[in-house]
Each structure stands twice: as C-alpha cells, then as structure tokens.
C-alpha cells in the first residue's frame, strides 16, 4: 500500500481541506456568514477525514463504504459552492477553482466506490 503522501486522493482531499478550510476563514471575517460556511466547512473538510478512515478499513466493504460516505460528502461540498457563488459570497472564479477541484475529488472517488465494489462481488 502506498503511504498517505503517494497516495493520490489522499492528497488531493487534504489539499481541498485546507481550501474550504481558508474559505471559511475568509468568509467568517469578511461577512460574518458562519452557518453556510461553517456547512461547507463540515463536508469539505469530511471528504478527506473518510478517505483516511476508509484507507484504515476493516475489509474491502468496510473500504467501499467509507469512501462512499467521502463522495457523498464531496457531492454535498459542490451544492454549497454553488450556493455561496450563486448567493455573491464568493465570486464566480473563486467558485470555477473550488469546483473544479471538487467535481474532480467527484471522479476520482465515484472510480474508486465502483472499482471497489465492483471486486467485492467477485
């Protein structure tokens, strides 16, 4: 197994983290906009928390699971985006960067969660 700093979605999830983590700072001390910051906070930051829970996973279920959980959340990231952005909270090119990241954890995850139960009926 590859170790949390090769491992590509691991990466990329801790790295989205740290965004939503600095938008909600951003937006916290320039509106005051706690409640859907501190939503987007919650599920943004989640993504990468079940990654990293499911690596640690008791079987391959227990894997799958997690990181359907962590796509979940990543699908819930994009309706808050897309509601700050379409709210003026952040602008439209803030918003395309966070997007594109997030519909890109969106992928990523969507192959794995199929891959992964996909070989769990076989």
């Known amino acids: 197994m590859k170790s949390s700093e090769e491992n590509i979605i691991v990466v ?3 790295s ?3 965004r939503c983590v600095k938008l909600y700072k951003y937006l916290c001390n320039k509106d005051g906009n706690y409640i859907i910051g501190n939503q987007l906070l919650r599920c943004g930051t989640s993504i990468g928390a079940n990654v990293k829970e499911a690596i640690r996973g008791q079987s391959k279920a ?4 997690k990181m359907n959980i962590a796509l979940k959340e990543a699908s819930e990231t994009e309706y808050w985006i897309e509601l700050l952005r379409d709210a003026g ?6 918003a395309k960067s966070l997007l594109d990241d997030c519909v890109e954890l969106i992928k ?3 192959s794995i969660v199929k891959s992964t139960f996909i070989s769990c009926k076989s």
């Open 16 to 18: 989205f983290s740290v």
């Open 12 to 14: 990329k999830t801790k």
């Open 108 to 110: 990523l995850l969507t």
């Open 89 to 94: 909270y952040i602008s439209n090119e803030q």
């Open 62 to 65: 227990d894997f799958g699971s």
